[in-house]
């Protein structure tokens, strides 16, 4: 970080121009205390997204965008330490720290350059980034990504300048997944509001609240079973919880964490160890 006025300063730190990072060389050296530094900054992002999964609640992650324009530190040493990071990133989330909320947005700039792509299995669904006059089709750029991933994933209007127009989108066949006009007073706040009114109210064009409830209710009950049938007197405790589904919707049990408690009768103190613990899985 250079923290240098007036265009370099600490909070541009993300920029190519304002940094000295490094990306390529923290990647060749993964002993080193760089590369560490962006572990823990990922497991400090996990922590964050974690209360997002606990409340369950899907999260549209559309990490370290535009890198094929290079103006971004992620982008700046090319297409491979580029991908290299975003692997280590979706193996960080994913498997070290169990993160199955997030739904991976890959978002390049105006076009889809394939040289950049991180991987089919790496990604969910990928965005465009257009910043075009308010008159435009953005056909073209609808081609492009229909032309590499052919239906293969959703395709999103991830960083518009300007609202898209609902019949132009219907006369090019440009069915973006969703969009999503840049903050700011530049942008969003600049648009017409008859042209934010009729797109919105628009039939084609689906709002949250008209979506339909994708995710049936689960209904899970725990049977307990005494594991020790009964001998109370032999100081062993062997639980046997079944976990009984009684909805229609099946259930990742795989995914599934049980917890229970004990306790004493009458306040007693509790002297305990674990020899062993076993889960098995059966379902009725």
Excluded: C
Aim: glycine share 8%; no cysteine.
């Amino acid at each position: 970080m250079i923290n240098q006025a007036p265009d370099k300063l600490w909070w541009r730190g993300f920029y190519t121009d304002a940094t000295t990072f490094d990306l390529a060389a923290v990647l060749a050296d993964k002993n080193g205390e760089r590369y560490q530094r962006i572990l823990r900054d990922i497991d400090a992002i996990a922590w964050q997204l974690k209360k997002f999964q606990a409340a369950d609640v899907p999260v549209l992650w559309r990490p370290l965008h535009e890198a094929p324009g290079g103006w971004f530190w992620w982008g700046a040493k090319g297409s491979g330490p580029f991908k290299e990071l975003w692997r280590i990133l979706y193996d960080r989330l994913t498997n070290h720290h169990s993160l199955h909320n997030l739904i991976w947005v890959y978002a390049g700039t105006a076009v889809i350059n394939p040289d950049w792509y991180p991987g089919d299995q790496y990604v969910d669904a990928v965005g465009l980034d257009v910043y075009a006059e308010a008159t435009a089709n953005m056909s073209g750029n609808w081609a492009n990504a229909q032309a590499q991933f052919d239906g293969k994933k959703l395709v999103t209007l991830s960083e518009t300048g300007n609202l898209p127009n609902a019949d132009k989108i219907r006369g090019f066949g440009t069915w973006w997944s969703s969009f999503s006009v840049w903050t700011g007073t530049d942008w969003i706040r600049k648009q017409p509001l008859d042209r934010l009114n009729a797109l919105y109210a628009d039939p084609d064009v689906i709002t949250r609240d008209e979506l339909p409830n994708w995710r049936p209710t689960v209904t899970l009950k725990v049977q307990y079973q005494d594991g020790d049938n009964g001998r109370v007197a032999n100081h062993h405790v062997k639980p046997s919880l079944m976990l009984v589904n009684e909805g229609p919707a099946a259930v990742p049990y795989g995914e599934l964490t049980v917890r229970y408690w004990r306790t004493a009768e009458n306040y007693a103190g509790i002297n305990a160890w674990i020899d062993y613990a076993r889960k098995s899985v059966a379902t009725r």
